[in-house]
Structure formats: structure tokens, C-alpha cells
DNA sequence: TTGAAAGCGCTAACAG
DNA sequence: CTGTTAGCGCTTTCAA
């Protein structure tokens, strides 16, 4: 009912012009203060705000934020959102979601759906689709066509631009370490398929952690979980793996899993074959979510400070849109051993 | 670098004039197909894409729907976004998400903020914060100018809108009858203060299955966990409170809890105490979420199907824009129990 | 079949 | 100090 009220409403009403109401708003000193306080008082009472879009349309720039992940429903992600949604609302940006599912298709169509002029820069977590495709033409293609993307978590070396990522080799290898100061010596891996360059650097951490102690690790305790099928499908084909593993091992005492899924089904086997963790077996997971938190016993996990990733994201977005010809920036963020006594 | 090309230029371009060149690529049958072809052509070549602004300004309606939610970073939340994006983009809305932290400030200003003209409605689960307040004027406002609200999940008997709600009720009730039902007879309730309805629902549900079965609940068995500090504060003292519980009453045979949080934490004193799930005791949960998968045992659980929440509470909203006048509707989601052997 | 012109709401350079 | 005007990119009516 209440309809929007705009500038010209405003002007006729005041029997003054467009633009006098326009400058009065803004409190420009070229008004005097008489009509100034009377456009003024006038405009609050009616609850005038300018259209959005016509200031858009005319700055053309929407202070609009494209944020794209993999998966909306995930800890990690969902935490990453909150720290750009909190950045980029301090600096009033407004930030649009939009999820890949994964899907190498989907996170095209939604980066040309969102490039129109409504966007002002990308924040993108790549989909395990696009890094199996190798093809990372739309992303490049976007930086090209002058909208500056930062690329979070999940980066591309290929690709000039901000970044912002966890030191996810060196994270591994404190874990890893951990567990080997513990006196562990037997510990296996469970990680992602090879293509996931997250999951590669995690291996290496690993690897190095055992190089430095002097100890030979296996490569048959490296376990991949496969990513080919439904979720369901592939944890239940790692729960397999890793109970033969831990059946035909029996001297294993240590387990590092690269996301806290993969620690779960740890846990599980782990009780029905009535280990222990610690006692038994040391448990160790990346990303510190609700499962790690919530499981019991709970389990010590590599924090990646989602939030915190996400706030680095929007910072260094909104710095470039401020200055294009800025240096391209990566920013490493350390992750954190919370400690639950799973060691 | 390659800027966006516009209207005019394909015009200056083309020698012709800027409605023609807007008709063309409308395939509008005004326009000769010599020039129709000539024009979608160059279009095409220069990736010509309608600045969605001025279209936008045009039309008055952005085609954006703002989703306010109390918090992302909570799976159920993260599953209605996911629903709500995926019936928008097939409707040709984009989606712009805000959490308000559970805060009423919060959720006042991001209103706010986006009710100018960009937000063509709202699809809002309103924060604890408000429920405690019990101001609603921020949202009746919004709806008496003219922008309409879909509320979900925790909704407001006082304001008249379309809903998607959860038959919290019945889902109660089906869940205590089941345990009641395997010869239970001792149900400890974990449940919310009683400021937020869906707590208040869930424990009528917990009551008539009760009474339905001519058993007399105790009113010590209902636990209420507090709202007023941290999470890990209210959860350390549920804990507390429940570990009291159960060693007071060695008979008890049954919990349910109204979110997994809550589950967790029994699940944690249930081990604690050396008390079998299911042998001695019976556990289930509201919200099939990752925490009851992912637990050991897995916790059964009344998921709320959060995804169809969001495609229904999206679909109310589109077709409340479409025809402004049609009647408020209510849909509600029956729960559904997944059973994980925990019972 | 094509084009001129007005207008969506706002800003800003320039004139008065 | 205030107003006129042009223009952001697009749609659409009306005229040619």
C-alpha cells in the first residue's frame, strides 16, 4: 500500500526540484539550510530510500558479491559464507550464493548467470567437476572480461588472481607429526582421489612427516576414498577398505583423515572391531566441524578457520575492486590443532 | 578488458537504431528478417548480454528473492537454501541469503537493508532473538508495503503470510509412540525454553503420545536446555543435567531430542555411564543432519526435509508474486523417521 | 519494417 | 543557493 517513494515524488510535493532534493539528502552544502531541513525532515517522515538500482545502474556497480561453492550443505562452507557475508556487509556489499553442486556445468552456468553487470567480483571454491575436467576457461574468461575473482580453498595454480588457502602440506604434517611424538608408528591415511589437489598436499604433509622421523611409511596405509559414486556408496566402500586394513594391520595405532566424514566411518570401524581411540589408536581429522565436535569420543581435528578464510576472501575482493592494478595476492592461512584428547 | 557492449553500440555498429536492435534480439516479428539475422549475429559474436540493471529499473522487479535465516552454518538451514536456490534459479530468480545470527537487530537491519527495491520478497525463519522479543513489527511492516514474506520452519501465529511449517507435533508424537511402542516407558524429552513454538509443539507431541498410551509422563523427565549462554556453556550444563538424570532414575529406557546437538551430548553421557543405545536405552532425534549419521551408533532420526521446505517455501513466494492476491497458504511438511537402529 | 521519444530513479555538470 | 539537462541501458508506444 505504502507505496516507494522516490526523488521526483519528493520534489513535487516540496514544489523544488529533482536534483535540489537530491543534494538536500545528501546533505551537500550547495542548499541552504532552510530547504535542506525541510527535504530532509520530509524524506524521514515518508521513509524515503533511493532505488538501488537506479544508483547502480548509474555507478554501474551493484556492490554485489558472487559468492560460488561446491555445496551449500557443508560446515566448512557454510562457515566460509558467514566470514564474507560479515566482511562484506561491513563494507556494504551485499553477497550472492549460489551453489555448483559439484557439477563442472553448474558452476559455468552460474558464473555466466551472475557476470552480467549485476556482479562485481567472484569469490569461488572450484567443484570436483571442474578440477577432474581441467578445463578452467570460464574462470580465466571472467578475470579477462575485467570482473576480479578470488579463488578460496579449493585454488587453481593455472589461474592468475587472488587466492586465499590453508596450508593444508604443512597442516598434515604437524598432524602427522603429532601422532608420530606420540609414538605412533603405524598410521594410516585415509584421502581424497589424486585430483583434488587439496588431498595431494595433505599426502605430502604426511609423507614429510615421516621422512623427517626416519620412518618408512606404506603406501598400502595411503587409503583414497573413491569420489565416482554416491556419497553413501563411497563411504561404505572406504568403511570396507579400512577395516581390512586395520583387520590384516593389526598393529596399526594411528589414523589421520583429510575431512571429518572420512574420521566418522573411522570411528565407526574402529568400535565395531572394539578399538580404542586413544588408548588403541590415535584419531586425527582436517576441518573442525560439528562432527569432529560432536562424535564421540570427540575428535581432534585441523581447524581450516572457515570463517576466517572467508572474511580473507571478501578483504581481498573488495581491495581490488577498490585498486584493479593491485598485485595478485595469496593469502595462507595456517590450520589450527584442536586438541580433544583423541591423540 | 573486452567491456560489456550495450544496446547503443550494436546500434551505432550496425547502423540501426537502438529499438530495432532491442526488437531484433527479442525475435520480435516487427523487425525484417535480413535485419533480425544481421543483428542477432553481431549480438551474438560481441557476447551481448541485457544489462540486468536497466532491465531491472525498467521493469521495477529485480527478480531477487532475500532468504534471512538464523544462522548458515547449521545443516538444516544450509538444506532449505539449497532447496530455495535450486526452485529460484529454475524460476529465473537469483537468490540472496543474510543469517541474522539468532539476533533481532540483526535480523531487523538485514530487512531492512534489503527491502529496497532490489528484494522482490522475503523468505524468513525469524531469529531466537525475535521470538524472545516478540516484535514483529519489522516483518508486518514489510508485508503492509507491499513485499511479501514466506515464513518457515519457525513461524509466527500473529502474522498473517503464506508458511511452510514442520508438523512438529506429529512428529513428536510418532517418534514417542515408536520408542513407547518397543516397551519403552521411562522418555526423558531434551528439548528448548519455551519461547521458541517448535520446542513448545514438539513437547505437546511427547505429552499425547503419553497420554494416548495411558502413561503418565513425569515432569522431571522433560529437560529444558537454556538459551542464555554459549552453545558450549548451555550444552556443558544439558550435560550436567542429563548425567543427573540418569543416574537418579536407573530405570530410564527412552530420549528424545529436538535437535541433534542435544542428541550428541546424550549420546556422550550415555557412553559415559556405560549405557547401551539401543539395548538399554532407546535415542532418537529431531533433524536427520550429518551429526546423527555420522555418530556411533548412528541416531535415528525425524528428518524435517529441509530441501523440500525451501523449494515450497520458494514456490509460495513465486506464486504470491505472479498473483498478489491469492489467499495466505500454510503448507506443512510431515516428519519422516529414518530409522538407524538406535531405537 | 524501422525509428524517435519518453520514461524507469538517480546523479552530476553546468547554468542561472 | 536552486534548477535544467543529459545520461546510465533498456523497453515500449506511437509515428513514420
Redesign the pocket.
Known amino acids: 500500500m505504502n507505496q516507494k517513494i522516490?526523488?521526483?515524488q519528493i520534489a513535487k510535493e516540496l514544489d523544488?526540484?529533482?536534483?535540489?532534493v537530491?543534494?538536500a539528502l545528501k546533505d551537500s552544502?550547495?542548499?541552504?539550510?532552510?530547504?535542506k531541513k525541510k527535504i530532509q525532515a520530509f524524506a524521514k517522515y515518508y521513509k524515503y530510500r533511493?532505488?538501488p538500482l537506479?544508483?547502480s545502474?548509474?555507478n554501474?556497480t551493484a556492490k554485489i558479491i558472487g559468492v560460488i561453492i561446491p555445496e551449500i550443505v557443508h560446515h566448512f562452507f557454510a562457515e566460509v559464507i558467514n566470514g564474507v557475508e560479515k566482511t562484506a556487509s561491513e563494507n556494504g556489499y551485499t553477497v550472492i550464493i549460489t551453489s555448483s553442486n559439484e557439477q563442472f556445468e553448474k558452476e559455468v552456468a552460474n558464473i555466466s548467470s551472475l557476470s552480467d553487470s549485476l556482479i562485481d567480483g567472484f569469490i569461488i571454491s572450484v567443484s570436483k567437476g571442474t578440477l577432474k575436467e581441467k578445463n578452467y576457461e570460464h574462470i580465466s574468461d571472467t578475470i579477462e572480461l575485467g570482473i576480479p575473482v578470488v579463488l578460496f580453498d579449493r585454488t587453481i595454480d593455472d589461474i592468475e588472481c587472488d587466492k586465499v588457502m590453508v596450508n593444508d602440506r604443512l597442516g598434515a604434517y604437524e598432524g602427522t607429526s603429532k601422532l608420530i611424538n606420540k609414538g605412533r608408528r603405524k598410521i594410516i591415511l585415509i584421502t581424497t582421489e589424486d585430483y583434488i589437489s587439496i588431498g595431494n598436499e595433505r599426502t605430502q604433509g604426511y609423507i614429510e612427516a615421516h621422512d623427517e622421523a626416519n620412518i618408512n611409511y606404506q603406501q598400502d596405509l595411503i587409503i583414497k576414498c573413491q569420489e565416482k559414486g554416491s556419497r553413501e556408496k563411497n563411504l561404505s566402500s572406504l568403511e570396507k577398505n579400512l577395516e581390512k586394513s586395520l583387520t590384516l594391520n593389526s598393529d596399526i595405532d594411528g589414523i589421520i583423515a583429510v575431512n571429518e566424514s572420512y574420521a566418522a566411518v573411522a570411528l565407526k570401524v574402529l568400535g565395531k572391531l572394539n578399538i580404542k581411540v586413544p588408548e588403541n589408536v590415535s584419531l586425527i581429522c582436517f576441518s573442525d566441524g560439528v562432527i569432529s565436535q560432536f562424535s564421540t569420543p570427540p575428535i581432534s581435528a585441523l581447524s581450516q578457520h572457515g570463517e576466517l578464510m572467508g572474511r580473507k576472501a571478501a578483504n581481498l575482493l573488495i581491495e581490488r575492486l577498490k585498486n584493479p592494478e593491485r598485485d595478485f595476492q595469496t593469502d595462507v592461512i595456517e590450520c589450527t590443532l584442536i586438541d580433544r584428547n583423541s591423540i
Open positions: 522516490t526523488l521526483k523544488v526540484s529533482i536534483s535540489t537530491s543534494k552544502k550547495e542548499i541552504g539550510e532552510e530547504t533511493p532505488n537506479a544508483v545502474l548509474k554501474n
